[in-house]
């Protein structure tokens, strides 16, 4: 089965920036999208933005324009570049896989990390 394993989370003041990266293994065929997704206390899971396996991406409109998903060759790894970040940012975040099209619906997902908590002040 994929593994997926997150870092690069951190604390960071408001206005700063971050890189989170997702390294995938035991890759398979069945991989075809990747996504990024975050909870914060008090709230549910939240889509934050996804990319397919031919660079299709989608974006929440929460973070949109602020920050970036991409992927390293052959699913090797999969980024989130989070910059202009704000307080409510803070949250846990997660990578996930999914086979089929990218999407920001949780439940479509198949494979999860552990997560990697970033905290803005």
């Known amino acids: 089965h994929v593994q997926l394993v997150e870092s690069g989370g951190g604390s960071v003041q408001a206005g700063g920036s971050l890189r989170l990266s997702c390294v995938v293994s035991r890759y398979t065929s069945k991989l075809y999208a990747m996504g990024w997704f975050r909870r914060s206390p008090g709230k549910g899971l939240e889509g934050v933005a996804a990319v397919e396996m031919y660079g299709s991406t989608t974006y929440s409109d929460s973070v949109k324009g602020r920050f970036s998903v991409s992927q390293g060759d052959s699913w090797s790894t999969l980024y989130l570049q989070m910059n202009s970040l704000k307080p409510e940012d803070t949250a846990m975040y997660y990578c996930?896989?999914?086979?089929?099209?990218?999407?920001?619906?949780?439940?479509?997902?198949?494979?999860w990390g552990q997560g990697t908590q970033v905290t803005v002040s």
């Open positions: 996930a896989a999914k086979s089929g099209p990218q999407c920001l619906t949780s439940l479509k997902y198949y494979r």
